[in-house]
């Protein structure tokens, strides 16, 4: 089993920046995917960012592209995502997740860390 666990939200205003955390714990030696994804409000989750523990390759949801930067340390089994510019509509709980070489959706979730900007 494989337990994640968010850190880093909290309440900025618009143009601030903010860096989340998500440390995993257990099997990390099954995450290959690891990826952050956020809700707002009254809206469905939305994939921010991710990458492939063989990869240097990242993808980003275009929303955030030029803006978030995801990051990680193996050693520690941790990743970040680094979120600048952030404006309102960032407001959201933001969520990490992982998944294991053959799933084919994410099986690892976080509790989640809530991210509100102010205007």
């Known amino acids: 089993q494989i337990q994640l666990v968010e850190s880093g939200g909290g309440l900025v205003p618009a143009g601030d920046s903010l860096t989340l955390s998500c440390a995993a714990s257990?099997?990390?030696?099954?995450?290959?995917?690891m990826a952050w994804f956020r809700q707002a409000p009254g809206k469905d989750r939305e994939f921010v960012a991710s990458?492939?523990?063989?990869?240097?390759?990242?993808a980003y949801a275009d929303s955030v592209k030029g803006r978030f930067s995801y990051s990680r340390v193996n050693t520690k089994n941790t990743w970040y995502l680094q979120m600048n510019s952030l404006k309102p509509e960032d407001t959201a709980v933001y969520y990490c997740a992982a998944k294991s070489p053959r799933a084919v959706s994410y099986e690892y979730w976080g509790q989640g860390t809530q991210v509100t900007v102010s205007s």
């Open positions: 990458n492939m523990r063989s990869s240097s390759a990242i």
């Open positions: 257990g099997h990390t030696d099954n995450i290959y995917t």
